[in-house]
């Protein structure tokens, strides 16, 4: 009988509505990993995507340090709460036509109601443990999912160092050779090199672009302006 009761006690406590919700924002943290490459959990640190910090009970369309939001998120008049995050995420270009999401939705709803658990438990933890938890191993970068970039947030492009500053871009045929403030030159096949523009307070200063590496194999890289108008001016035809 007593080894009944023991039993009885532990069904009772590995099916208890505490430790259910803790394991499910256990696999929320890890299911979290195809939302990293876009969204960071670091309060105003926006990436593709607006940051995800404190959006429990959130109006959408509301962060005011990310200006990207199309006008359905904005004029949508949703809170983000269990029900609305749900049905987002399960198909967010149904669930709100006309929005900016490009991930397709998770229609595993075991998988939807881990990441809404994780989110919400977010909320409630200092912004700076968030910040470590997304960058944990296995946080970053993700076949598929959103985009398999990197889950980290961007680097502050302003303070890189002369091995990422740029100081002059030449192509030749199919071919772009890059030298760094540092003296260095590299060649990149014109398909691996990447330009992009950062105008945020994060993004380099004027007329001086960062060069970021990509790829596993380090045969890829992106550029990145200040503006859109310094790319022409910036890459020099040299054979």
């Not at 985009?147 to 030749?172: E, N």
């Amino acid at each position: 009988m007593k080894s009944r009761a023991t039993l009885a006690l532990i069904i009772v406590v590995l099916t208890s509505p505490a430790l259910a919700q803790n394991g499910n924002q256990t696999r929320g943290q890890q299911d979290f990993r195809a939302c990293a490459p876009c969204h960071s959990l670091e309060p105003d640190r926006n990436m593709t995507g607006p940051s995800l910090a404190g959006i429990w009970n959130r109006k959408a369309g509301t962060l005011a340090s990310f200006p990207r939001y199309s006008n359905a998120m904005k004029h949508s008049g949703i809170t983000w709460d269990q029900q609305s995050l749900d049905g987002y995420l399960k198909n967010p270009s149904d669930f709100m036509p006309g929005n900016h999401m490009t991930y397709p939705g998770e229609p595993d709803e075991k998988a939807r109601s881990s990441v809404i658990a994780f989110l919400k438990s977010a909320a409630e933890i200092p912004s700076d443990q968030n910040q470590a938890a997304q960058s944990q191993p296995g946080m970053g970068s993700m076949p598929g999912g959103m985009g398999g970039m990197q889950g980290r947030a961007a680097p502050k492009l302003k303070t890189v160092d002369a091995s990422s500053r740029i100081k002059s871009i030449t192509y030749c045929r199919d071919t772009f050779r890059v030298t760094t403030e540092d003296g260095k030159s590299r060649e990149f096949w014109e398909r691996n090199l990447r330009f992009k523009t950062d105008s945020s307070e994060e993004g380099p200063e004027k007329d001086a672009p960062a060069i970021l590496a990509g790829g596993m194999l380090g045969d890829r890289a992106s550029v990145v302006f200040a503006s859109p108008d310094e790319i022409s001016r910036f890459i020099k035809p040299q054979c």
